[in-house]
């Protein structure tokens, strides 16, 4: 079964065919044709997403990457429905509209979250024997959920920031530390020259020897919070975390002060905080779910530093976990995992075609997939 799929929930117009198929163990995929144009570049002059300019520009880039696909013949064509910016899911659910009537098969609605997820789990192309339940943990720039699968696609979130998304967080402390958007690449890369500097690897003797007290302290002196780390709950929150990361860096004299060594240790140190925030949490989600496989996704699991350090911890503690890693060019959005997800649901015979008109949904949870 071939599946046509876009995505334009944020600032990614992405546009791919897959191809899937049931296998013994579970379901193969080939990506036949993908094509991602990234407004990123655009919208780093205003600092972050502009909807309405996300949706100009979806609308101008849909027809040009669609030129590489208008002989195809899908089944069934997929779009992202929901979460994201609603001017610009509109956008891909106008172009998907026309393109399913035109062709005369399937329009299937897809849940961005679902797509990070599913997608996550594709290994060489094959998503085989997965053990249940599933952890996901979904780290991107609108989102930092804990989802728990009992089985296909049945999500219950256990655990959410209360506040901002992880990526945000990311993105307002590289824009303090003058760093371009989107800044969750830059900081990671600053923070790893300052752990090279300091000869300090991602993974600390002990998981949790970084943990004890709270806070830590890095060799400049910078020292920020951990945010609801000893809570007993899944949940977390970055915005008391991106206030002290602002006063500290006030106190320290602003940030024209500051040397590039220093900078880079602010990074680190901001970086570390995260990673003690969701190491802390996904020993507590995984310990309350049982869950025997774990898997991240989303644009912040592209980040090097959680990667090992969230790999390492869970290695350590939980060694009957499945610790599944997204491949680097799956994290960030793109209509791949659309195409995943959908065929994902066609070829576990979900009859998920919508019924009715599909409608942008904003604010659409992954717990309200059926
Ligand atoms: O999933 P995604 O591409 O878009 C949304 O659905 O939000 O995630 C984008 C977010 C941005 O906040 C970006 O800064 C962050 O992912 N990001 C990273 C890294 N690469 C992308 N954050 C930390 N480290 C990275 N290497
Ligand atoms: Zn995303």
């Known amino acids: 079964m071939k599946i046509l799929a876009i995505e334009t929930s944020c600032d990614e117009t992405g546009i791919a065919i897959v191809e899937g198929q049931k296998t013994p163990e579970g379901l193969s995929f080939a990506v036949l044709k993908h094509a991602l144009l990234s407004q990123a570049q655009l919208h780093a002059e205003y600092g972050g997403v ?14 040009i990457l669609f030129e590489q696909f208008k002989d195809e013949k899908p089944d069934a064509i997929a779009v992202t429905q929901g979460p994201g910016l609603e001017p610009a899911l509109w956008t891909g659910i106008e172009f998907a509209k026309k393109l399913a009537a035109q062709s005369q098969v399937p329009l299937l609605p897809i849940n961005h979250m679902e797509g990070h997820l599913i997608s996550s789990l594709v290994k060489d192309g094959k ?32 655990g959410e920031t209360l506040d901002d998304a992880v990526g945000e967080a990311f993105d307002k402390v590289a824009r303090m530390l003058g760093l371009p958007y989107p800044g969750g690449p830059h900081i990671s890369k600053l923070a790893a020259q300052a752990r090279a500097i300091s000869g300090r690897s991602a993974v600390s003797n002990h998981p949790l020897a970084d943990l004890q007290g ?20 899944c949940d977390v929150s970055f915005s008391g975390l991106k206030t002290a990361a602002l006063y500290a860096l006030r106190d320290m004299g602003g940030i024209q002060t500051l040397s590039a060594e220093q900078i880079a240790d602010f990074a680190r140190e901001f970086e570390d905080a995260v990673g003690d925030i969701f190491t802390a949490k996904t020993l507590r989600a995984l310990e309350k779910t049982e869950a025997k496989t774990f898997v991240i996704g989303g644009g912040v699991a592209a980040n090097s530093y959680l990667r090992e350090k969230l790999g390492a911890v869970v290695a350590k503690e939980f060694p009957e976990v499945e610790f599944k890693l997204p491949e680097h060019s799956i994290t960030g959005d793109n209509a791949i995992m659309i195409g995943e997800a959908a065929l994902a649901r066609r070829l576990s015979g979900l009859e998920d075609e919508s019924k009715e008109e599909i ?9 309200s997939a059926k």
Request: no cysteine.
């Open 50 to 63: 502009y909807p309405n300019l996300a949706k100009r520009e979806h609308q101008k880039n849909l027809p």
């Open 127 to 158: 998503i085989e024997n997965v053990q249940f339940p599933v952890l996901g943990l979904l780290i991107s720039g609108g989102h930092t959920e804990f989802v728990l699968m009992r089985e296909w696609f049945k999500y219950e979130i256990i």
């Open 214 to 233: 709270g806070n830590s302290t890095s060799a400049a002196g910078i020292s920020l919070p951990r945010p609801m780390l000893n809570t007993d709950n």
């Open 359 to 367: 409608r942008a949904m904003g604010q659409l949870s992954i717990s």
